[in-house]
T-cell receptor, first 108, second 116 residues
């Protein structure tokens, strides 16, 4: 069992839908990093958070450290949101513990 | 401020050939990392460095060597490439960890390597 689990692994949505991607972890972390990777592209930082909620445009990330769970929400989804979303736990040292990613496809 | 850069972006090698991937960062970060990304496997740590002149093994170090002679550069070497090393390689860097900051890693654009 992975120490960081993401769900779902694959997600297809219609344009405009509200999307939620979940990340659960079984180890202690000091913060969680949400990353985005477009097909064939680099890895872009979305959010890093250790508590509460952060918002940037149509993206919202929440984390509950006690429940060891984080969610990434996309409001009013758009085809350009199609990408792989990766959560990574900052273990409190210098290493990340990565989830295997959620592949999102938004249809026009 | 270019952030983290990687060269080359693409490379095709024949089995047994050698090559070096270069990662450079201009953020004065202490920590640097090399990852490989394979379908269905997620990102796996090959080697990392916690400062100039230091390197350490990650999860999948076999077949790779690294050097960190300058703080801003982290080199990944393949001495004798094998088809199993066909992958996308990402470099990342982060600032010095302390109790008051996150270890936020910043990623380069990746190098797509094919070994025939």
């Amino acid at each position: 069992k992975n120490e960081v689990e993401q769900s779902p692994q694959n997600l297809t949505a219609q344009e405009g839908e509200f999307i939620t991607i979940n990340c659960s972890y079984s180890v202690g972390i000091s913060a969680l990093h949400w990353l985005q990777q477009h097909p064939g592209g680099g890895i872009v930082s979305l959010f890093m958070l250790s508590s509460g909620k952060k918002k940037h445009g149509r993206l919202i990330a929440t984390i509950n450290i006690q429940e060891k769970h984080s969610s990434l929400h996309i409001t009013a989804s758009h085809p350009r949101d199609s990408a792989v979303y990766i959560c990574a736990g900052d273990s409190g040292t210098y290493k990340y513990i990565f989830g295997t990613g959620t592949r999102l496809k938004v249809l026009a | 401020n270019a952030g983290v850069t990687q060269t080359p972006k693409f490379r095709v090698l024949k089995t047994g050939q050698s090559m070096t991937l270069l990662c450079a960062q201009d953020m004065n970060h202490e920590y640097m990392y090399w990852y490989r990304q394979d379908p269905g496997m997620g990102l796996r740590l090959i080697h990392y460095s916690v400062g100039e002149g230091t390197t350490a093994k990650g999860e999948v170090p076999d077949g790779y060597n690294v050097s960190r002679l300058k703080k801003q550069n982290f080199l990944l070497g393949l001495e004798s490439a094998a088809p199993s090393q066909t992958s996308v390689y990402f470099c990342a860097s982060s600032y010095l960890f302390d109790s008051s900051s996150y270890n936020e890693q910043f990623f380069g654009p990746g190098t797509r390597l094919t070994v025939l």
